[in-house]
């Protein structure tokens, strides 16, 4: 695709597919779930044009990186090794512009937080900075405000959404999730996780057939557990990260949104964003941005924008 190169890449013990173009500062691209270093093919392209090197990896579990087997092999500290591991080895250690969306963006909030010297600025697509609640475990306290139908807590039991999914297929499956807008936490009921109209489903003019078949043959091949398996991590992420209860993010953020996000219109999240809690764990982050009638795949929805947005945060350092 428009010359984008392909490598592997040893990192902290894993084999890592990366997708990069271009010459300059380094701008590394960090994805979310169900997506892989495909979701940010238009960034890659246009950031490599104005003069970076756009680097963005399948995330450990996805793609064509290796996936570890045991759930304990995704914790933060693993995944946050990676993108060290993979920093060192794309500039020996040099600070890098990151960019992250979903999943992608939490790996982003604990690469800032345990390793700012490795981070010129940061945009953080969808997902704010979520401190660490000191007394209440991740998944325990989305049981008790969402119940147990709420979408993080119905991908806890190993195989589980695994056999859900093989019974749509996955191409269906990705189709739902990418082109979905329904805003508030998303449920996903037993009888029917993904809806019964599911083959209904029109694909929005930023997402072709060739892109949902990208996505569909990989995880086909590769399966869902991998990513599934961050979300199974939740828990362990809270005990290893004790020590950094109450610490602050201390690299300069912006901060893109849609309004119709699924996380930005979950309950709590606005206050969150705009009454100050955010700028307080946050000290140096400079912008929210709301983007108008956007979803949550905001970078492959609106990418000119998008774009835009983030070049104009990075070109100030």
């Not at 992608?104 to 945009?123: E, H, N, Q, S, T």
Request: aromatic residues 14%; charged residues 25%; hydrophobic residues 40%.
């Amino acid at each position: 695709m428009e010359g984008i190169e392909h490598r592997t890449v040893s990192v902290n013990g894993i084999n890592m597919h990366v997708a990069e173009k271009g010459q300059g500062p380094i701008v590394l691209f960090l994805h979310g779930f169900p997506e892989l270093w495909y979701t940010w093919r238009h960034q890659i392209v246009a950031f490599a044009a104005l003069g970076y090197r756009a680097v963005a990896p399948d995330l450990r579990g996805y793609g064509d990186t290796d996936a570890p087997a045991e759930v304990s092999s995704y914790s933060c500290l693993h995944v946050v090794g990676d993108i060290v591991a993979l920093i060192e080895s794309l500039g020996g250690g040099d600070q890098v512009f990151l960019v992250a969306h979903d999943w992608g963006a939490m790996i982003g909030w604990y690469l800032c937080l345990f390793r700012p010297d490795l981070v010129k600025a940061y945009v953080s697509l969808t997902v704010p900075f979520r401190p660490r609640h000191p007394n209440v475990k991740p998944v325990e306290g989305m049981r008790a405000f969402f119940g147990e139908d709420y979408y993080m807590c119905r991908f806890q039991e190993p195989g589980k959404m695994e056999s859900e999914i093989a019974r749509y297929g996955a191409e269906a499956v990705i189709k739902k999730i990418l082109t979905d807008r329904t805003p508030g936490p998303p449920y996903l009921p037993k009888e029917t996780p993904f809806g019964s109209n599911i083959d209904d489903i029109k694909l929005p003019p930023w997402f072709t057939e060739d892109d949902l078949k990208y996505y569909a043959e990989n995880y086909e091949k590769r399966g869902f557990t991998g990513g599934l398996n961050y979300y199974r991590a939740l828990d362990l992420n809270w005990e290893l990260t004790a020590a950094w209860t109450g610490a602050k993010v201390r690299v300069p953020v912006k901060f893109v949104v849609g309004d119709v996000d699924m996380v930005y219109t979950t309950p709590g999240l606005k206050e969150y964003v705009h009454g100050g809690g955010f700028k307080n764990d946050v000290p140096l982050l400079e912008e929210c941005v709301v983007m108008d009638n956007v979803g949550h795949f905001l970078n492959q929805e609106k990418a000119d924008e998008v774009n835009a947005y983030i070049h104009e945060f990075i070109k100030k350092f």
